[in-house]
């Protein structure tokens, strides 16, 4: 970008320039971005000071004031394409000082040519005699019989004989004369190319719907001019990169906003200091055009230049009305297109037929076919962009919409809402209720600004994500009229925009986005004086530190939802966050507060009859009880929250209550009820799109896979989880899934592999304080002891977390470290201490209907009999614990308990219990 003397922030496009006018290998250097960038600034400044240097002879094709002064329209009889092949050889005339005599005269012989078959298009007039049921009327009808095509066909070949004709004369006189001085031919606007196709001067393709519009210019024009002029280069800039000749060295380049040190640096030389360029760069987003714009007019907007950064402030980021930035704007645009670009603004997608309709309601529409539609669509303002079905979409800048937007409501409020009414009803016969929604909601219908909020509610409940961002979309992109009669209802609107926004970001797994999002939603909300939502903003701000597990901050902002929905009296959000808080309780293990936060939004939502409310506090209720290791109990709660889920169709709900069933009924050995529910939690996982959720379902797939010793599948399982958390960054669930990994290792026999993972989890639990991860880590390395046949270390960690478990009082690791601690004392012969560790364990898996556990501790305390020459009672024990592995579908412990009773019925002991 070209201030006064300097370059701004476009070094590396100036390098690229020089290199081209000294590099004899590249023949042409591309600039392309979005509209705004400098990019026309550029070329001016290649043709007026870096040419000159390497005495170089260029000019500039601009080929939007091509199309826009040539008109583009079938009816001025204009060929753009020929007007440029005239460009290029009066540069070649005027350079080389030779007349292309014969061109001219292919030009003369094209245009009677053409004339000739305008006048031969027939036309007839009819005139109609009114008869009983008819009127008098006359009627023009053009006869085409495959005019159009016709017509289409004789531009192209009089295109194409145009430029062989050129190209023949320029490689004569070069080849007589020499290539003669460096030369370059900029092209300007390239995203006007479509003009000079031939297709859109008669309509026959519509640049919008054609899959592929071959670019004449591109494939043709250049390709034939590099080999016929070879002392020729060529700088295009555009908004797009295009595809030029195979075998033509180019150089690329894109042009992007600028960084923050540019914008004090072109402000600096306004006489701006850096506060006030640090509000234009937030506002213009280091958009150069923009920028531009707002440097020039904030000196003449009435406001003391130290006053400029809160001048900004108010007017972009409380309420965007500054209509001095768009009469500027509006005031670079040609006086035909001002009415034009104002319903463009209206819309979200720029349409030519809702155009149509817009501006011929209020007298504004001229048809000049193609043309008008095609100068909105290539204004630097408007945008592509790929939508639904694949399909590009023309769309505003919503900087510029904005202001536009500023402007209309300022200067008459009445004919913007009169677009909107007019849109309404366009889409609504149409029948796209999303766009109703939208342009009604842009005319402050507080009705219709409920109904989105009643919608986009209903979508995040059903964790319909598309829908929920399609309606945060309409929220974002709607310019509420109405005036302070609605401001309320208004920042009502756009801080639940912002709230449902970070709620689609969370689930998403967008962590920072999430937060950021909801703070903001959070401030408007405050603004507004609506406690109601600042404690739904609040209350998803603990639902975000909770997953980040920062319990004290997720805490903070549970109590501060807590004070907002007790002064708005909602007693539905009162049980939300009391439900957080006792999740909250839960992951500090703390089951006694846990338990009274389920009871307590329990009895809320019991009194208000709302059945999903009284369904998440049960799951609470039995995660509690889980952690108390009452399985059966909790299996009750969880079931009971499931069958209300699935009466009220909350599938995200009803997965979490079958993931639960499922990891209960492993625990409980019932290995059908665990695959069915597991089965069904991932398969709504899958449709939902909770990635989170769905990793957690492979986990207890993992964990069946593991305990059905199919091995394999349980270590894809742990792959692909932990491939998912490493990704998202979580340690708590990255250190699960590796000790699912090092369990399966372990299994398989590789013991290295197995203790690497263990430490490596424990590790991870250390950094996140989870005591009960920590433990878990700690039985596994016990194992791994174990399974070397190492006692005194496999005592140790068990040991250690045994510990752990009685403080945290988790009933089921107390049991498996009593388990493994008994497996140790056996190894050194030390059988008092190991049964009597055998006979706890059993204990507390019998109280909690462990059958799994169960089976572990008497195969264990059989095992201890076998090595004490107890064969009576290791026969008693290992049978018991075949037939507890039976029930729990373990066959491969089955079949380790009927290899042990073989030996020991070889050995001369009984195989039936004695």
């Known amino acids: 970008m070209v201030h006064s003397t300097a370059i701004v922030d476009r070094i590396q496009v100036v390098t690229a320039m020089h290199r081209l006018c000294t590099n004899d290998t590249t023949r042409a250097l591309m600039l392309w971005g979005v509209g705004g960038q400098g990019k026309s600034t550029m070329l001016s400044y290649f043709q007026a000071s870096i040419a000159g240097e390497y005495d170089a002879c260029c000019e500039v094709i601009d080929l939007e004031q091509l199309v826009d002064l040539g008109g583009g329209d079938l009816r001025n009889e204009v060929h753009l394409a020929q007007q440029t092949l005239n460009m290029v050889a009066r540069c070649f005339e005027a350079w080389h000082g030779r007349q292309l005599t014969a061109y001219w005269r292919l030009v003369q012989a094209a245009n009677r040519e053409m004339r000739e078959f305008i006048r031969a298009t027939p036309s007839f007039s009819i005139d109609q005699r009114a008869t009983r049921h008819g009127n008098i009327s006359d009627v023009e009808i053009n006869v085409d019989v495959g005019v159009g095509h016709r017509y289409s066909l004789l531009k192209s070949e009089q295109r194409e004989m145009l430029t062989a004709g050129l190209m023949v004369e320029i490689e004569k006189a070069v080849s007589v004369a020499g290539a003669g001085a460096p030369s370059f031919i900029c092209f300007d606007t390239t995203e006007r190319l479509h003009f000079l196709d031939g297709n859109m001067l008669d309509g026959s393709v519509s640049p919008l719907m054609s899959g592929s519009v071959s670019h004449w210019l591109t494939t043709s024009l250049i390709a034939e001019l590099s080999r016929a002029w070879p002392g020729l280069k060529f700088v295009l800039a555009g908004r797009e990169e295009l595809v030029l000749p195979y075998g033509l060295k180019v150089e690329s380049i894109e042009l992007t906003e600028w960084e923050e040190e540019y914008t004090r640096e072109v402000l600096r030389g306004r006489g701006m200091g850096p506060e006030v360029a640090a509000q234009v760069h937030s506002v213009a987003l280091g958009h150069p055009l923009w920028t531009n714009v707002l440097a020039d007019v904030l000196p003449s907007a009435d406001t003391p230049l130290s006053e400029v950064g809160d001048l900004l402030d108010r007017s972009y980021r409380s309420e965007p009305r500054a209509s001095w930035v768009s009469r500027t704007l509006l005031g670079r645009i040609p006086k035909r297109d001002r009415s034009r670009v104002i319903a463009a603004a209206v819309a979200r997608k720029i349409e030519k037929p809702l155009l149509t309709r817009l501006l011929g309601e209020r007298g504004e529409f001229e048809d000049d076919g193609s043309a008008w539609y095609e100068r909105i669509r290539a204004y630097s303002f408007v945008q592509s962009r790929r939508g639904e079905g694949g399909r590009f979409e023309a769309r505003m800048h919503p900087l510029i919409r904005s202001a536009v937007l500023s402007f209309a409501a300022d200067e008459s409020p009445d004919a913007l809402g009169r677009l909107h009414a007019s849109a309404a009803n366009f889409f609504d016969d149409r029948g796209d209720p999303l766009e109703v929604l939208y342009h009604r909601i842009s005319v402050g219908d507080t009705d219709a600004m409920r109904s989105w909020e009643v919608e986009v509610d209903a979508a995040l409940s059903r964790y319909e994500f598309d829908k929920a961002l399609q309606l945060v979309e309409v929220a974002d992109a709607a310019h509420i ?50 406690s109601g939502l600042t404690g739904e903003a609040q209350l998803r701000l603990a639902e975000v530190a909770h997953r980040k597990l920062d319990l004290p901050r997720a805490f903070a902002a549970s109590e501060k939802a807590r004070r907002g929905f007790q002064e708005a009296g909602d007693e539905r959000g009162v049980a939300a966050v009391l439900h957080m808080q006792g999740h909250l309780h839960l992951a500090q293990m703390d089951t006694e507060q846990a338990q009274e936060a389920a009871s307590r939004s329990l009895g809320i939502y019991q009194s208000m009859d709302d059945e999903l409310g009284q369904a998440r506090a049960l799951e609470l209720q039995a995660h509690v009880k889980c952690g108390r290791a009452e399985l059966v109990a909790a299996l009750a709660d969880v079931s009971e929250a499931a069958g209300l889920y699935e009466t009220h169709g909350d599938l995200r709900g009803l997965a979490a209550a079958h993931g639960m069933v499922a990891d209960l009924s492993l625990l409980l050995g019932r290995m059908d009820e665990a695959v069915a529910s597991a089965s069904r939690a991932l398969e709504i996982y899958g449709q939902t799109g909770e990635a989170f959720k769905e990793a957690g379902a492979v986990h207890i797939f993992g964990r069946i896979n593991l305990a059905r010793s199919r091995l394999e599948e349980a270590e894809a399982d742990a792959q692909k989880e932990i491939a998912f958390h490493r990704k998202t960054t979580n340690k708590l669930g990255l250190g699960n899934a590796l000790l699912l990994l090092g369990a399966v290792k372990l299994e398989g026999g590789c013991v290295e592999e197995a203790a690497d993972l263990a430490a490596e989890a424990q590790k991870l639990y250390l950094e996140v304080e989870n005591p009960l991860g920590e433990a878990h880590a700690l039985t596994l390395l016990a194992q791994v002891a174990l399974s070397e046949g190492d006692p005194v270390v496999g005592a140790d960690h068990a040991g250690r977390a045994l510990r752990l478990y009685r403080h945290i009082e988790n009933p089921l690791g107390v049991g498996d470290c009593l388990t493994l601690l008994a497996e140790a004392r056996t190894i050194e012969r030390r059988y008092a201490e190991a049964k009597s560790a055998c006979d706890d364990a059993l204990e507390i898996f019998e109280r909690l209907q462990a059958r799994p556990g169960v089976g572990r501790a008497v195969l264990t305390r059989g095992r201890m009999f076998m090595a004490s020459n107890r064969r009576a009672e290791a026969t008693a024990d290992i049978a018991r614990a075949r037939g507890e592995f039976g029930q729990c579908g373990d066959q491969r412990l089955v079949a380790e308990c ?5 030996e020991i019925q070889h050995s001369g002991g009984s195989a039936e219990p004695g």
């Open 481 to 530: 009229g109405g005036g302070r009669s609605i401001e309320k209802e208004s920042r009502r609107l756009r801080a639940k925009a912002l709230i449902a926004g970070g709620r689609i970001a969370f689930f998403q797994l967008r962590l920072d986005a999430a937060e950021e999002q909801l703070r903001r939603g959070h401030a408007l909300a405050e603004a507004s004086g609506d």
């Open 898 to 902: 009927a290899r042990l009773l073989n």
